[in-house]
């Protein structure tokens, strides 16, 4: 570092923003450290907020158990796609840089409490854990594998929906993951899904909504629609819980809202009554 | 496979006629005088006896399922219905499907399967209804459900992409062996108009996204998402429904007709590679 620096106009992040962490649900604000250390649940309100994919897996896998699998499988730019911002491969790559990661979804082996499982989690700072033909393809070998293993498969979702840079192959990922989950069920392996916030669009449309059980943490978003689009087309207000975990549980659509601090003891207690 | 040349081919020769842009093909696959699902079932099929509702809630008019005889085929016919007058256009809520009418189509399926009989669906819809009763009663799980029901159906499915193939709402029904398109239909994972509001922060740059996403039937048959393209009449099917119809008949028929000399289990593990085969590289 040199000796001389010189004075910056700006810096890059304002100071309130670096210090301050803002509850997206309650917008109470509280030191970022002190939300980090409640492991990203709102002290005020209870809303579970989001946890990096390694995060996740350090909290759910027991100590030393992940082993990372189709790291080689990434993203695919079969339309050579770009838009008014540039194109998919620069902003992709940038962002595979940023986030150490390859994909929208970390997939491996592991186990949760003793149990042997295949365990995929989506990381929605990863373009939005938007579902491309790499997130695809990782969660169909993962079936593969789990099938051959005789492992239960436990997916995390967090993600706004089909990765549009992808088009139609994009799209098609939603019929491929679920064909493949269908199958595993076929061959009576069971299937965890949990459904973080935020989990829209083309996921919650396919595997994500496909789980033996499907469960989720207190305030997480649910849905298929966009709230705005949605006030769009009937001309109204909706109301705040709206999408919520706690809405989707009222309808029938969740079968539990577990507490972040209990979701491994929980998983692993599904897989034991079920013999696995 | 054999059917995979063909769209190719017809690609090929569609682009070198004065070829249309994605965003003149958005128009016409959106064109009111455009053959809808009451039109092509009038041209192809000799009888149809429409079956109603989901068993649970409700009968979805945006989607229809009937019992049909095609030539001499007896067919399941499911297919998104958007109406042709102001009035049939509300009832049909425009072609966007509720979770209900997802799950009607997976009724009629599992009833087709029983009675081992080819399933032929017409996909034409902007897109799943976004509406708050839609969520309330699990428009994304229905969705879901479909995709993984359709995938395992154990009869053959032939779709028929014939309009507008907006996103989810159209690929709920249009899990198949055959997936034939005609010629200006478009599909997409999101609008154009979509598509332009998130990427280029502005709903009139629509053609452009039109142009970037690959929507157009040529663009499908060389992303191997299709299988053949059904040739239309000049100007578009809206110039001549008859044989609109007639083309896509003979195309339907036709891959029945290949369909059924598979045997179940061939026909499950060809579905399945299909499906495995969308975007993968090695
Ligand atoms: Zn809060």
Redesign the interface.
């Known amino acids: 570092m040199s000796w001389f620096e010189p004075k910056q106009e700006k810096p890059a992040i304002p100071p309130a923003k670096a210090l301050w962490a803002v509850c997206p649900k309650c917008k109470s604000h509280m030191p970022k450290e002190e939300w980090k250390a409640n492991n990203a649940i709102c002290p005020k309100c209870n809303y579970h907020g989001r946890l990096s994919a390694r995060d996740r897996i350090a909290q759910v896998a027991d100590e030393g158990s992940f082993e990372e699998l189709f790291r080689a499988v990434s993203y695919?730019d079969?339309?050579s796609?770009?838009?008014?911002?540039g194109d998919y491969k620069s902003k992709v790559e940038a962002t595979i840089a940023k986030t150490k990661e390859t994909e929208s979804i970390v997939m491996g082996k592991a186990s949760i409490g003793g149990h042997s499982v295949m365990l995929g989690v989506m990381d929605f700072s990863f373009m939005g854990g938007s579902l491309g033909?790499g997130t695809?393809?990782r969660i169909?070998r993962a079936c593969e594998t789990a099938m051959a293993e005789r492992r239960p498969l436990v997916i995390f979702s967090a993600s706004g929906g089909?990765r549009?840079?992808?088009?139609?192959?994009?799209?098609?990922?939603?019929?491929?993951t679920?064909?493949?989950?269908?199958?595993l069920k076929?061959a009576g392996l069971p299937y965890i899904s949990v459904l973080t916030d935020p989990t829209?669009?083309?996921v919650?449309?396919?595997?994500?909504?496909?789980g033996d059980i499907n469960i989720t943490e207190p305030k997480a978003l649910?849905?298929?629609?966009?709230r705005r689009?949605?006030e769009n087309?009937?001309h109204?207000k909706?109301p705040d819980d709206?999408?919520s975990a706690e809405y989707l549980e009222k309808?029938?659509?969740i079968d539990k809202i577990v507490e972040r601090k209990d979701l491994k003891a929980f998983i692993a207690k599904m897989l034991s009554y079920w013999g696995f | 496979m054999a059917s995979k040349k063909t769209a190719a081919k017809t690609a090929q020769k569609t682009s070198k006629a004065k070829a249309p842009t994605a965003w003149d093909r958005v128009q016409l696959a959106r064109d009111a005088k455009r053959p809808h699902l009451a039109d092509f079932l009038r041209e192809i099929a000799s009888d149809f006896e429409e079956l109603h509702g989901d068993r649970l809630v409700n009968d979805d008019r945006a989607l229809i399922g009937g019992f049909a005889t095609i030539g001499d085929e007896k067919v399941l016919v499911l297919g998104h219905h958007k109406g042709a007058t102001v009035e049939e256009n509300m009832e049909a809520n425009f072609g966007m499907v509720n979770p209900d009418g997802y799950r009607k189509a997976m009724r009629l399926g599992k009833l087709a399967e029983k009675f081992h009989l080819p399933i032929v669906t017409f996909v034409d819809t902007p897109g799943a209804y976004p509406g708050d009763t839609a969520e309330a009663r699990g428009q994304a799980e229905a969705i879901a459900k479909s995709l993984e029901v359709f995938a395992g159906l154990k009869t053959p499915i032939v779709v028929v992409v014939t309009g507008e193939g907006g996103s989810g709402g159209a690929l709920a029904i249009a899990v198949g062996d055959r997936i034939l398109m005609l010629e200006n239909a478009v599909y997409s994972v999101i609008s154009p108009e979509g598509c332009a509001g998130i990427l280029w922060r502005d709903g009139k740059a629509a053609p452009l996204a039109a142009e970037a996403l690959k929507i157009t039937a040529a663009d499908l048959a060389k992303l191997g998402v299709i299988d053949e393209i059904v040739p239309e009449p000049a100007g578009g099917a809206q110039k001549n429904h008859k044989l609109a119809a007639a083309n896509v008949k003979k195309a339907v028929l036709k891959a029945i007709k290949e369909l059924k000399k598979l045997a179940t289990e061939d026909l499950m593990a060809a579905r399945y590679e299909k499906l495995m085969k969308m975007g993968r590289f090695n």
Request: zero cysteines.
């Open positions: 695919s079969h339309l796609f770009h838009d008014a911002s033909t695809g393809e169909a089909a549009m840079h992808e088009g139609i192959l994009s799209l098609m990922q939603m019929a491929k679920s064909a493949a989950i269908g199958k076929d829209t669009g083309g919650s449309a396919s595997y994500a909504m496909l649910i849905g298929f629609a966009g689009v949605i087309t009937i109204q909706l709206f999408q309808h029938g659509f």
